[in-house]
């Protein structure tokens, strides 16, 4: 598959185990490959980032750069689910939660997750198959996302 820059692009912390753990299980759902992934703290994830015109410090978790428009917290993380198939779209429901509130418990989780999941020993190395959906790897060179 060739790397496509108008596919929605999901930004995570690349070494907490939650947030790869979270690109493992939409990889595993997103079959069409709707979806590119980058290292939050890559070159590829700050060109999109500008290119978004990101104004504000993000935070260190989960963000979706689509359309050019930028999702963060419990907005990224609902907007991912919703996309994917089986039952993940029910997922919409927890939209009627007012924001405030849903990037509350959003960010409890996020200030927990290294505490709560740990952190990657070493680099998860996606297959050659799924290496094209990661559009950070050419600044790591095989090193892995």
């Given at each position: ?58 935070p260190d978790s989960v963000v ?37 509130l849903r990037d509350l418990v ?40």
């Amino acid at each position: 598959m060739t790397r496509d820059a108008d596919k929605p692009l999901i930004l995570f912390d690349g070494e907490c185990n939650l947030c790869n753990g979270f690109v493992q299980f939409v990889i595993k759902r997103d079959p069409k490959a709707r979806y590119r992934f980058a290292a939050l703290r890559s070159a590829a994830a700050q060109a999109a980032l500008d290119a978004a015109g990101a104004a504000e410090a993000l935070p260190d978790s989960v963000v979706l750069v689509s359309g050019g428009r930028l999702r963060t917290r419990s907005a990224a993380a609902l907007t991912i689910l919703r996309s994917l198939g089986w039952l993940w779209p029910l997922t919409s429901v927890f939209v009627i939660v007012p924001r405030p509130l849903r990037d509350l418990v959003y960010d409890w989780v996020a200030r927990n997750r290294i505490r709560w999941f740990g952190r990657q020993q070493a680099c998860w190395v996606p297959t050659p198959e799924l290496r094209s959906r990661f559009s950070d790897l050419e600044d790591r060179g095989s090193s892995g996302a």
